[in-house]
């Protein structure tokens, strides 16, 4: 697979931002409170943090009912297993490509356009209830007056991540409600401006929206809600047991801030398993608990690479049983892409 600008980028921005997070802190340092951590508690944090790849596969087989009602839980762990191993070993995030090709690879009746268009409500529901857990943290949270996040007041980033949120949920929404109506809008404007491509997109488009089918129904959507819910609670409840491992002291409250902070923040280009984007954005974080540096950045790098390796090793093992390649997978997710754009 071509790394390309984006993927160049990302690594050059990860170097940045790990110089960055590393230059008050010494790898002595870290070395040392690790040492004195407790390696039994990080290995649980970890273990729990591995816990939401399965919770996620649930909330997909939901998410694809209207597609097909009698996915595997089987096929649906695996292919996001593979997905979250691709986007910690390959750049420019191209797990979300394999995931979709995986299952498509499991299930022939899931078509890669539905599978892709699932994902995209799987990341949207991802991003709403990061926020709604986020603004929650704030509130909970004693911050001084003034509080910042890179020059910008910590409650102007909350609501710009709200507003882009929700805003990309409800566009999504909209298109699942109004399907026809998308279609004609397409129709009228492409048969203006590039008449050939009208049927191929519309066939394309209708694909698309057929992976938006949660969004039409409100019992569907409730419980993809509710699985986000429980998926990020539980990353949280990781994370603070990282906080323990480590000898931080802060409440639940600070690692939920925590992993929205992150969240945001590993949404910039960065190297595969976004290191350096991950460390930056949990000392920025973990400042305004007042939590030292040493501690901080000890934390980060413990907790990532320890929570990196489950994941990225259960891939790779599903990767090679399903016979998949390297190469295949990037020859094909990117003809499909391609395709799709």
Known sequence: MKIGW????GFV????LLVWTMREVSFAQVWDVLRQSSLPMFVVSALVATIIFPLRALRWRVILEPVA???????????TAIGMMVNNVVPARAGELARAYALTREDRRVSFAAAFASLAVDRIFDAVTVVLLLVGAMFVSAFPEGTTISGQPINRVAIVSAVIAVGALAALVGMALFPSLVVRLWIGVMGRIAPR?????????ESFMSGLGALRSPTRFAKVLGWALVMWLCNGLAFWLGFLAVGIHAPFSAAIFLMGVIAIGVALPSSPGFFGVFEAAAL??????????????????????????????IGLYYFGRLGLKFRELGEASGAKAGAAA
């Open 13 to 16: 921005l990860s170097a940045a």
């Open 284 to 313: 920025a974080g973990l400042t305004l608990y007042r939590v030292p540096g040493d501690l901080a950045v000890s934390w980060a790098l413990g907790f990532h690479l320890l929570s990196f390796l489950p994941i990225t090793l």
């Open 6 to 9: 984006r993927g160049a980028l």
């Open 69 to 79: 009602g009698d996915l595997s839980f089987g096929a649906l762990w695996r292919s």
């Open 197 to 205: 491509f009208v049927e191929r997109g519309r066939h394309l488009l």
